[in-house]
């Protein structure tokens, strides 16, 4: 291995904890309403206003802006002036996090894996 | 080979040196996964026998766990050995078992010789697709398949 432990650890930590402890709890909230979900889920397949919104799911305009200042409460969906039009899209950090996640399971993973490549495999009864 | 480019916004980048040829990496990476996958890492309720990869594209990468389930959670998307191997992963961050059809991320392989060896260079893109996988991701944090697991997986490993 390359690198003192230690810091590497440190590293893991320091991209998870802070992660849950200051975003999730109101994620979390935001995404318990099943309504709310599916409008989240809309916006990860790319930005709409409200009115295209409210096309895709049988929720009234009014109900789809309160449901998208909840989520922007909770930092999962921000919102753009586009000329006289306001689109929503995912937040940023929101995906941040599914990177964090990621990026931190494949460093994991390919430590295992050079060890692997490195030393000759346990033999299998 | 996909060749959609990768936005840099929903991928995470990994590399790693290691001190073998490319076709040996290539060998572990794919026949080996069993070997060096974290073992806290599984799908099915009971624990991991083995995960495994059928060598082609279009081949279903699977685990199978100590009770004889199976269940197929990634699809080879490009088989070239020895220099790139791409799969479609279905498992979002939640851990659980995907539905068939459910939307995939990408991850792209590449194995390039070096002086010292072979540089593994992974690309796992297209992670928008397992954008609401909040409160499972949650979930796991606190279960002993989840971070606390990782992590002691990990420390074993330094």
């Not at chain 1, 206003?49 to 802006?65: G, N, Q, Y």
């Not at chain 1, 390919?110 to 346990?122: G, H, M, S, T, Y």
């Not at chain 2, 040829?21 to 996958?37: I, N, Q």
Request: charged share 25%; net charge negative; glycine share 8%.
């Amino acid at each position: 291995m390359a690198g003192p432990p230690e810091r590497l650890t440190g590293d893991l930590e320091s991209l998870d904890l802070p992660f849950v402890a200051t975003y999730q709890g109101r994620m979390l909230d935001a995404l318990g309403d099943p309504t709310r979900r599916a409008v989240f889920e809309l916006l990860a397949a790319g930005p709409r206003s409200v009115a295209e919104i409210a096309a895709d799911l049988p929720v009234s305009r009014p109900a789809v802006s309160q449901h998208l200042k909840v989520l922007k409460d909770a930092a999962l969906v921000s919102s753009t002036a586009v000329g006289t039009r306001r689109v929503y899209a995912l937040d940023p950090r929101a995906l941040a996090a599914v990177r964090d996640y990621f990026d931190t399971f494949w460093q994991q993973s390919l430590a295992a894996f050079k060890d692997a490549v490195e030393n000759p495999p346990e033999e299998k009864p | 080979m996909t060749s959609a480019e990768t936005d840099p916004g929903t991928a995470v980048r990994t590399s790693v040196v290691v001190g073998a040829s490319p076709e040996h990496a290539f060998d572990v990476f794919t026949a080996g996964l069993d070997r060096w996958w974290i073992r806290s890492h599984h799908l099915l309720p009971d624990d991991l026998k083995r995960v495994t990869v059928e060598p082609r594209a279009g081949g279903a990468i699977r685990e199978e766990s100590v009770t004889g389930q199976t269940c197929t959670w990634g699809r080879v998307l490009t088989w070239d050995p020895p220099g790139t191997f791409v799969f479609a992963w279905l498992i979002g961050s939640d851990w659980q078992v995907p539905d068939p059809d459910a939307a995939g991320s990408r991850v792209t392989v590449t194995f390039t010789p070096v002086a010292d060896g072979t540089r593994v260079d992974l690309v796992h893109d297209r992670l928008d697709a397992h954008g609401a996988g909040w409160e499972k991701v949650r979930d796991g944090v606190g279960s002993d398949g989840g971070w606390p697991g990782l992590l002691r997986e990990y420390a074993k490993t330094v």
